[in-house]
């Protein structure tokens, strides 16, 4: 972890949150679509939870702007571009093969391995280290949910599962971004 807090820092954080809550919404809907439980009530319960993660978010971006902004190192976002290159490519491998062994019920839980591990390599890269916690809890979360559920539940639980872990993981990356805003203080007037 960075010991001086930067404007890059802050943003990196609230755009991570972006990302987690918006694809962890999609894993919800999917999950309610799946389970046939999509209805008014349960499609505005996801979606006020993704406009109130979203809003948290561009507020902590919209923050961002009281600390200094370092130069970007554009090398960062090569990498990032490679590791989500990997993981789509990995990702239409597991479907495609998916369906040619005919385990569509394990799809799910083969996106899940994948989107997990490719956490792994982001904490790296982002200096992230609950990164590693998401990626361990959705690789862990698709194997054991594989392992136990009967597979006619399995696509509808494991979904759910993915959508929790990473809105779990947006919440808890922005109560690190508001504790280390506070613990910084104020670095620039606003």
């Keep these: 972890m960075q010991k001086e807090l930067t404007a890059n820092r802050v943003s990196s954080m609230g755009i991570g949150v972006m990302f987690a809550a918006g694809f962890g ?5 999917w999950s309610l679509v799946l389970q046939q ?3 008014a009530r349960s499609a505005t319960s996801v979606g006020t939870g993704t406009l109130v993660l979203l809003a948290v978010a561009a507020y902590v971006m919209q923050q961002s702007k ?4 370092v130069a970007d190192a554009p090398e960062v976002g090569r990498a990032f571009a490679w590791i ?8 239409a491998a597991a479907v495609f093969g998916c369906a040619r062994m005919h385990w569509d019920a394990y799809v799910p ?4 391995v994948i989107v ?3 956490y792994y390599p982001l904490a790296r890269l982002f200096r992230n280290p609950i990164h590693y916690v998401t990626g361990t809890v959705l690789v862990a979360w698709a194997l054991a949910s594989a392992v136990i559920m009967p597979t006619d539940q399995l696509q509808g639980v494991v979904t759910m599962g993915t959508g929790a872990i990473l809105w ?9 971004a508001f504790q ?3 613990v910084a203080g104020p670095a620039m007037s606003s």
């Design 37 to 39: 439980k999509i209805g």
């Design 84 to 91: 989500n290159a990997l993981e789509w490519t990995a990702v």
């Design 116 to 118: 997990g591990l490719h």
């Design 180 to 182: 280390a805003m506070r």
């Design 109 to 112: 839980s083969a996106v899940t």
């Design 66 to 69: 009281r600390w200094p902004r």
């Design 25 to 29: 919404s999609g894993w919800l809907f």
């Design 168 to 176: 779990s993981s947006a919440v808890v990356t922005l109560v690190r």
